[in-house]
């Protein structure tokens, strides 16, 4: 493997490399792939208008067919910190425009793609910021394989498109998942259940990995619903939101009732349900209902990785 600077008056890079990781990695093989520390790139996706598609201008790798905004990734950045920054950079794509959903990852060993996958939250009409755009559109999932697809996108739709339909969430039993650690969290339930919050946000935030929620792909970021009851409920605050992907809900009764409720209406609106409780009784009536269930000890080892 070597790296290769872009060509002085390389239409990609006229003015040389704006950052270090602006380069061609070159396999032993041959192969060139842009982006010295990788690359990434934002696959957003529009309930109504579909996927946002970028036809990408003839002097680019593959001119004149249809791929994703992105591009390669600074050192030691996040994907999805990439992908996002690419996707405005090229598709002025605002940044708190779309979630991410999750992440598929192509590894050569010498190089990595990842595509981050995103749901539009805030509706917003694209617009070409470079050079490198001849086109941005809003496709129908149904009609992006008929357009002259780059190689790559291409092969990585197959997988990627059956995957657009698979929504997880976890629904959280706050109550069983603070008392299965005696840490004093009866002295002030309250706090307990503010610090669960808290490091659920975190895990939340930072993705959670494909295989813990049996799932394909690398990364995933499902909506989280965590529900208290009683004295928790002092935990709640008004910056629990639905745009970042967790949701505090308050049980006006009996935790269990709201939790299968919480989980039915999931599962009615399409998603896959992970419940997180050790309690048996709920457990039973929460898998009646289609839901996976995991225990508490599952999400505080998820929660000790990330720490």
Do not use: C
Request: no cysteine.
């Amino acid at each position: 493997m070597t790296i290769q600077p872009p060509a002085p008056g390389e239409p990609r890079r006229p003015s040389g490399p704006r950052d270090p990781g602006d380069a061609w990695v070159i396999a032993p093989t041959g192969e060139r792939y842009w982006g010295r520390f990788g690359a990434a790139g934002l696959l957003a996706v529009d309930a109504e208008r579909g996927i946002l598609l970028q036809h990408r201008v003839g002097w680019s790798h593959h001119g004149g067919t249809w791929a994703l905004p992105g591009g390669a990734r600074h050192e030691n950045e996040d994907a999805g910190v990439a992908a996002l920054r690419e996707a405005r950079e090229e598709a002025a794509v605002p940044p708190n425009a779309v979630r991410q959903r999750f992440w598929s990852v192509l590894d050569l060993d010498i190089w990595s793609y990842t595509t981050v996958i995103a749901d539009v939250i805030v509706p917003f009409d694209p617009r070409i910021a470079d050079a490198e755009s001849v086109a941005l559109e809003w496709v129908p999932v149904d009609a992006v394989a008929d357009r002259p697809l780059h190689p790559a996108f291409a092969s990585a739709w197959e997988h990627l498109r059956p995957l657009l339909s698979v929504r997880p969430a976890v629904v959280v039993d706050s109550a069983n998942v603070v008392g299965s650690v005696p840490d004093g969290w009866w002295r002030d339930r309250a706090g307990a259940a503010e610090r669960l919050l808290e490091r659920v946000r975190h895990w939340q935030a930072r993705g959670v990995d494909a295989e813990a929620l049996g799932l394909p792909g690398a990364h995933w970021f499902p909506a989280v619903a965590v529900v208290l009851e009683g004295q928790a409920k002092g935990a709640a605050r008004p910056a629990d939101d639905a745009g970042a992907g967790i949701r505090v809900v308050l049980a006006p009764g009996e935790g269990d009732d709201e939790i299968v409720a919480e989980t039915q209406r999931r599962i009615g609106a399409g998603e896959q349900v992970v419940v997180v409780t050790s309690d048996r009784g709920l457990a039973a009536r929460v898998s009646t209902v289609g839901a996976r269930v995991v225990g508490a000890g599952w999400l505080l080892d998820q929660l000790d990785a990330r720490a």
